[in-house]
């Protein structure tokens, strides 16, 4: 008699030869293992593979904005703005980057003039800002560098209004989880259900009756 | 003629006891819709905050829901826009800031409550046969949960989202042809924070939405664990007959109560603690350090670089998928699973120390190194 391909070895193993719950478990965590080296020797091998792999770029305009990235995040810190200014002038594609507004800045950072140096930089490359096309891909699609925004100031009508209301929120949840609390804890729960052990174990009133005329 | 009084139930209206209109209300709808199937019961142990974390946890999700939609109408998907958008919203936007503040603390909420309910679910044991199906579920609940976290960091396209888009490039990039849809190559016309606000939109919170559902369905079905401390069935897998029941909804009753808490306390920390809006994205600086919630992978990084990342988020979910495997006894009381509980203990040890590392390294860049 022909069996279906498959069906047949899988029927033969269930019925035939019944593997033992300890013996599938190991060969269940034998797959598993298995899956988890493949996994990590696979990502490993991927990790080395992208490892050289460098951050440099050589387009001017972009190491400016990277300068305007450093300046925006720690102003107080010039250097890591000052060398990416340098490499920005040294770059061999500095399309739509204008070298003598860039030099203007690198001199502004230097002499301490920060808000003037990030002016500069920015508009140092409002030419190549010009031509980008819409971001795709991981591009960031950024054309100003703008600060972070500030923290928030007093509080508004609106934000009054809205911690009224949250503090109602909370009063009346407060007050609806003590009503709908549960009847009984878990050490009433522990000690109710040993009395009702206890109880049940109990001979009847029945039996106790005929032990006491016995 | 039929001169018979009517009757309802057997009983004749002046016989009939006397209910509400709500009531009746509620029996037109039941008979309907079958709500009565929600008045199923549960055990008096479960009523407790600790039982209820699973719920408050939906209670969270359900505010991101609410005030994700209200924020989708005011955000814009695009690199050039997106991080201007969420400006207007703070800015421009009636009440843009507090909604805006209420999404971000609400996300913080549902992964901290995600946290706990998972850590009650192992200490108190309730993955236990025949529950491991629901654990597992639950497991990947808390891995969409960390990914919706994550693109929400994302999609404000400030620096820090960018540089944690630019770890999530680079680990994709890592994992070869499995790492495709993280891979910006993958859809290099259109950019990857569309296909990110996507995912953040429409596919984790979908996906979420469906195992949440299964997940409470499960539940059901094998109904809420016995507490470890108190006597259980025969079998060991139910709680005792003996012990006291409430229908679930009063249950529901009680979660939507520590909900209101819940939603409080978050219009205070939206109104007083605003999450802030970085620098506008720039490619090739590494200058900020992630949410406090991907620390521990940052100081991982720092020590052994970014294949750490994925490494330890690899590893952290396949113990956390094993538990119900490795950990087969039937005790459920934290005394008798001392090696468990001993494994549980070192590994939520070694995240809390890696996190607060972090307060000790300096930052430094990682991508492309």
């Known amino acids: 008699m022909r069996t279906k391909p498959g069906s047949g070895r899988f029927g033969q193993h269930a019925k035939g030869h019944p593997v033992s719950r300890p013996l599938c478990a190991r060969r269940t965590c034998a797959a598993v293992l298995l899956a988890c080296l493949f ?65 203007q800045a690198k001199a502004a950072l230097e002499a301490g003039n920060s808000v003037r140096g990030r002016a500069l930089l920015q508009e140092s490359i409002s030419a190549a800002l010009s031509t980008l096309k819409p971001a795709t891909g991981d591009e960031t699609g950024t054309t100003t560098v703008l600060d972070p925004l500030p923290p928030r100031g007093g509080l508004t009508g609106a934000g009054w209004g809205f911690l009224t209301v949250s503090m109602l929120a909370i009063l009346t949840g407060l007050a609806l989880a003590y009503v709908f609390r549960p009847h009984m804890n878990v050490r009433e729960l522990r000690l109710l259900l040993a009395w009702k052990h206890r109880r049940q174990n109990l001979p009847s009133k029945h039996e106790r009756s005929r032990r006491k005329e016995r | 003629m039929n001169d018979e009084p009517a009757t309802i139930g057997g009983e004749t209206p002046a016989q009939a006891p006397h209910r509400s209109r709500a009531r009746r209300l509620l029996d037109v709808i039941d008979e309907r819709l079958g ?68 999404h971000f603390w609400a996300s913080q909420a549902m992964y901290v409550t995600a946290a706990l309910h998972l850590i009650r679910v192992f200490v108190t044991g309730s993955f236990k046969r025949p529950r491991e199906g629901n654990w597992l579920i639950g497991v990947a609940l808390f891995a969409l949960i960390t990914l919706a976290l994550f693109t929400g960091t994302v999609l404000k396209w400030d620096q820090e989202g960018f540089e944690a888009l630019g770890h999530n490039v680079e680990i994709g990039d890592l994992l ?89 306390v978050l219009g205070i920390l939206a109104v007083f603690l605003p999450p802030p809006v970085g620098a506008t994205p720039v490619a090739g600086i590494e200058v900020t350090r992630p949410p406090w919630n991907f620390w521990w ?27 119900p495997f490795a950990d087969r006894s039937r005790n459920r009381l934290w005394r008798r699973r001392p090696v468990s509980i001993a494994v549980g203990l070192v590994l939520l040890l070694s995240i809390l120390t890696l996190t607060l590392l972090i307060f000790v390294i300096p930052v430094k860049e990682h991508l492309g190194a």
């Open chain 2, 297 to 323: 992978l940052y100081t991982l990084e720092d020590w052994f670089g970014l294949p750490a990342i994925l490494f330890a988020e690899v590893a952290l979910f396949i113990v956390l998928a094993a538990v």
């Open chain 2, 35 to 102: 709500i009565g199937a929600l008045g199923y019961a549960v055990p008096e142990h479960a009523n407790s905050l600790a039982w209820s974390l699973g719920g408050v946890t939906a209670v969270a999700f359900g505010i991101l829901v609410v005030s994700g939609i209200l924020l989708v109408q005011f955000y814009s998907p695009t690199p050039e826009t997106a991080n201007q958008s969420v400006r207007g919203i703070v800015l421009d936007v009636w009440g843009g800031s507090v909604l805006r503040g209420v």
């Open chain 2, 176 to 264: 070869g042809g499995a790492g495709f849809w993280f891979s910006a190559a993958f859809a290099n016309q259109v950019s990857i924070l569309v296909r990110i606000y996507g995912a953040h939109v429409v596919i984790l919170p979908g996906t979420i939405l469906v195992l949440v559902t299964l997940h409470g369905l499960l539940v059901k079905r094998h109904k809420i664990s016995p507490h470890p401390s108190l006597p259980a069935d025969i079998s060991g897998e139910q709680a005792s007959a003996a012990e006291p029941t409430e229908p679930f909804t009063h249950h529901l009753r009680r979660i939507g109560a520590f909900g209101l808490v819940l939603a409080g």
């Open chain 1, 39 to 103: 996994l990590v020797g696979g990502v490993g091998s991927a990790a080395l593979a992208s490892a050289d792999e460098g951050n440099s770029s050589s387009e001017a305009y972009l190491l400016v904005q990277q300068a305007l990235g450093h300046l925006v995040h720690d102003a107080a810190d010039v250097g890591p703005a000052l060398e990416k200014i340098d490499a920005a002038l040294a770059a061999p594609d500095q399309e739509g980057v204008s070298v003598a507004e860039l030099q």
